[in-house]
């Protein structure tokens, strides 16, 4: 497969998870491994979609925190991607005030790279 057919398989998977969050887990694997070789805006929207799917049915307590702490962590130094990021930590703070997901504390290390 080249680069754009990839492209063309994460875009249609990023489509179809968007608009139903129950289909990122049977295509979990194929779009984690998509957007870590495409990276981009697709790479993005589709860890956003996982994330939200998970909002909507956390396997644990720590699995939101964990996923959101990621990808903080993933474009912390990219400010465009990082403002797109930031809601989600807001909201999932507000649902976890209000009861509909677990609170948790996620402990992470600094992971900024040596300079």
């Known amino acids: 497969m080249t680069p754009r057919d990839d492209a063309t398989r994460l875009a249609a ?14 295509s979990r694997a194929t779009g984690d491994a998509l957007s870590t070789t495409l990276g981009g805006e697709l790479a993005l929207r589709w860890r956003i979609a996982v994330l939200r799917s998970v909002m909507a049915a956390p396997p644990d307590g720590d699995a939101v925190r964990e996923l959101y702490g990621e990808l903080v962590d993933r474009y912390r130094d990219d400010p ?25 504390m996620v402990a992470r290390s600094d992971r900024r790279k040596p300079r």
Request: proline residues 5%; aromatic residues 0%; contains cysteine.
């Open 80 to 104: 465009k991607s990082l403002a797109i990021v930031k809601p989600l930590g807001d909201e999932i703070r507000k649902r976890e005030q209000d009861g509909s997901l677990p609170s948790a």
């Open 13 to 26: 998977l990023v489509a179809r998870c968007e608009a139903d969050l129950a289909a990122v887990e049977e």
